[in-house]
């Protein structure tokens, strides 16, 4: 079946634009997760949804990021006022529901480069 | 608070050469582990987990890790390296503290070249 699909695959932006990244979590997955990968850094956790609800935002980086998702699908990262540290790869990953014991299934990515 | 440690950055070993990648964690309750593998260009693919029960576990491509709780590691082993085995691997540790959310909180990657 389907994987996990995200879009743009490449975003090239200016400093102070907004962005939207898009993830389309594996049909039938409860759980959604967002990471950002630094160049030469491990993955840093962001926001997770189960369902449409995201009961932690804690690991979003500044006001500046935001996310939401509709229903038990597609889930939006939106990054407003865009600086140059925000030039990452954004990563999606669902699993059918939350605990650490589900395998998350990762999409390809969003580059992100913020010029 | 929570963290995974993977000491090397880089590691080049011939092909057909045993690989041990290494990983400490620090979590204050029973650890969920993973490994994953990252090739250019590609998403990450899980290799291998371990949540209970024996500590030495197999994973897919050859790959195998043992969990070692007196040493807060779970490193990552292979026999014999393929050409193909060339990626970044990142361990990872599963947080479950305190609530259900899963998430998972990474290493930095180890980057293993291979050489003919």
């Known amino acids: 079946g389907a994987g996990v699909s995200q879009s743009p695959s490449n975003k090239v932006t200016e400093k102070g634009k907004d962005v939207e990244l898009r993830c389309d979590p594996i049909?039938?997955?409860?759980?959604l997760y967002w990471y950002r990968q630094r160049l030469g850094q491990g993955l840093e956790f962001l926001i997770y949804?189960?369902?449409?609800?995201?009961?932690?935002k804690s690991g979003l980086p500044s006001d500046r990021f935001s996310a939401e998702r509709t229903g038990e699908s597609v889930s939006t990262l939106t990054i407003q006022r865009t600086q140059q540290e925000d030039s990452a790869v954004y990563l999606c990953a669902s699993s059918s529901t939350s605990g650490a014991h589900y395998e998350q299934y990762f999409g390809p990515g969003t580059r992100l480069t913020v010029t | 608070a929570q963290s995974v440690t993977q000491p090397d950055i880089h590691i080049t070993v011939s092909e057909g050469a045993s690989l041990e990648l290494r990983c400490n964690y620090s979590?204050?309750?029973?650890?969920?582990l993973f490994w994953y593998v990252q090739s250019p260009g590609q998403g990450l693919q899980l290799l291998l987990k371990y949540f209970s029960g024996d500590t030495l576990v197999q994973g897919i491509k050859g790959f195998e890790a043992e969990f070692k709780r007196s040493q807060s590691s779970f490193n990552l082993r292979k026999p014999s390296v393929h050409w193909s085995d060339a990626a970044e691997y990142f361990c990872?540790?599963?947080?479950?503290?305190?609530?259900?959310?899963?998430?998972?909180?990474f290493g930095k990657g180890t980057k293993l070249s291979v050489k003919p």
């Open positions: 990872a540790v599963g947080d479950n503290y305190g609530g259900s959310q899963g998430n998972l909180i």
């Open positions: 979590y204050g309750a029973t650890p969920y």
């Open positions: 949804f189960q369902g449409n609800s995201a009961p932690d």
């Open positions: 049909s039938g997955h409860t759980a």
